[in-house]
């Protein structure tokens, strides 16, 4: 157990729906950052948040969102699905912000 | 942004010999150089990590070598077992984030 805590471990949906993937960072950690992993693309970056705030943005798409909030948990919202959303969707947290990240066992998401 | 390339794709290996996998990366800015292992529906767990001050850090049968002038860096497996077998993924942190190279699948033959 690597102390990051992503639910649900699996989803299936429909295309044109809307899911919520949520992650716990480890105790400590204050960044979260959220990775989508398809077979061709590997380790995709989306985004990173700290203490509550955004740091940095990948290409995540306009359907995608995600927030950080108080308690230092991030949820990450996909809207209007597509079958090519259909991956594994990481969460992974750091003590700060320079590094040395913890993966969480993911969020395999298909859409059909 | 950054750029992070793996080479080779895929890498068999007798048990006991070594593999080694190269990345290259493209930003000068980069100062940590991380290595994750990903067995099969896992999330990917840190195994060594090197930061742009060190030129190698070894931890007993893994290693990793950085060369900054050259902008590469890589990962040496020494006497290899079968849990050995995993995919591997190499990663450049910058711009407040890691960027990952599309990884390598590792076969150790018994």
């Known amino acids: 157990d690597s102390g990051v805590t992503q639910t649900p471990k699996h989803l299936i949906t429909a295309t044109g729906q809307r899911v919520t993937l949520r992650c716990s960072p480890r105790?400590?950690?204050?960044?979260v950052y959220w990775y989508q992993q398809s077979l061709d693309q590997g380790l995709q970056f989306l985004i990173h948040?700290?203490?509550?705030?955004?740091?940095a943005k990948g290409n995540i798409l306009e359907r995608f969102s995600a927030q950080q909030f108080p308690d230092l948990h991030s949820e990450l919202n996909l809207s209007s699905l597509e079958l090519g959303d259909s991956a594994l969707y990481f969460c992974?947290?750091?003590?700060?912000?320079?590094?040395?990240?913890?993966f969480g066992s993911g969020t395999r998401l298909t859409v059909v | 942004g950054e750029n992070v390339e793996q080479h080779p794709s895929t890498l068999s290996v007798q048990e006991g010999d070594s593999a080694v996998i190269k990345c290259t990366y493209s930003?000068?800015?980069?100062?940590?150089f991380p290595w994750y292992k990903q067995e099969l529906g896992k999330g990917p767990q840190l195994i060594i990590d090197?930061?742009?001050?060190?030129g190698e850090k070894k931890d007993q049968r893994i290693a990793v070598t950085l060369n900054k002038t050259a902008k590469h860096f890589s990962l040496h497996i020494t006497e290899t077992q079968p849990e050995d077998s995993a995919v591997y993924f190499c990663?450049?942190?910058?711009?407040?984030?890691?960027?990952f190279g599309k990884g390598n699948q590792v076969v150790v033959i018994p």
């Open positions: 992974a947290s750091g003590r700060d912000h320079t590094g040395g990240y913890t």
């Open positions: 105790s400590g950690d204050l960044s």
């Open positions: 948040y700290y203490n509550g705030e955004e740091r």
């Open positions: 930003d000068s800015a980069s100062n940590y």
């Open positions: 090197i930061r742009s001050n060190v």
């Open positions: 990663a450049a942190w910058g711009n407040n984030r890691l960027a």
